[in-house]
């Protein structure tokens, strides 16, 4: 298995302002992605983080608004810029394991509150 | 479109008593299932996951079923305890050219009340 850390665990923020996200994994990952989770919805992905090449954004996310870094096979960051109250999220990062059966672990989460 | 529902929405029931949370699905092509369980203010965690030729699975208290011929899935909580008051979620995979997509469920949120 994969322990995933995230931090920050929970954040306030004005609007406007941007925050950072990280993720760090206990074992080098092939496939890293970020999900938001809105409340009262399902989990959304918001990008595949590619180590080495831009990210891979899903439709109705762009790079300006969600940039993503992945430096190595075991770290991320997620930034969500200029935010709004309806960036008011958790945002979570998410792994595939190795084995065959590809199972996929979750971080802790980010619970943003923007006002 | 591939998509999960999950039923039902929320669900209320005494510490001690089972429990089934139902998944119908439409993804295609089928890849794996999962259950995961989500504490509030937590990243889900995995209970089972289950294959296509899978058609059943238990994780202590746990037990997922799978129809693939119907693209139902149930998850079973025998026993409940307080500390299973969570979301449920199903998960379906698909392997579309090679490359793994997922469909999240919205979930059930489940109380265990004493």
């Known amino acids: 298995s994969a322990v995933i850390s995230q931090k920050p665990s929970r954040d306030i923020c004005q609007r406007g302002t941007s925050l950072t996200i990280q993720c760090q994994v206990d074992?080098?990952?092939?496939?890293m992605f970020w999900y938001r989770q809105q409340p009262g919805q399902s989990l959304t992905l918001i990008a595949t983080?590619?180590?080495?090449?831009?990210?891979?954004?899903e439709s109705g996310f762009v790079i300006d608004k969600f940039p993503i870094s992945r430096p190595n096979l075991t770290f991320s960051t997620l930034t969500v810029s200029n935010m709004s109250p309806e960036d008011s999220s958790i945002y979570l990062c998410?792994?595939?394991?190795?084995?065959?059966?590809?199972?996929?672990?979750f971080g802790p989460g980010t619970r943003l509150t923007v006002l | 479109k591939n998509q999960v529902e999950q039923s039902p929405q929320s669900l209320i029931i005494l510490e001690g008593k089972n429990c089934t949370l139902q998944?119908?699905?439409?993804?295609?092509?089928?890849?794996?299932l999962r259950w995961y369980k989500q504490d509030t203010g937590r990243g889900p965690v995995s209970l089972t996951i289950?294959?296509?030729?899978?058609n059943t699975k238990s994780n202590g208290r746990y037990t997922a079923t799978l129809d693939a011929d119907t693209k139902q899935s149930s998850l079973h909580i025998t026993a409940s305890q307080l500390s299973d008051s969570a979301s449920y979620i199903c998960?379906?995979?698909?392997?579309?050219?090679?490359?793994?997509?997922?469909?999240f469920g919205i979930g059930t949120k489940l109380q265990v009340i004493p």
């Open positions: 998410s792994v595939l394991g190795l084995a065959d059966n590809n199972e996929q672990f």
């Open positions: 998944c119908n699905y439409t993804v295609s092509p089928f890849s794996n």
């Open positions: 289950m294959t296509f030729s899978e």
């Open positions: 998960v379906v995979s698909d392997r579309s050219g090679g490359y793994q997509k997922v469909t």
């Open positions: 983080a590619n180590q080495g090449s831009e990210a891979t954004y």
């Open positions: 074992s080098q990952v092939t496939m």
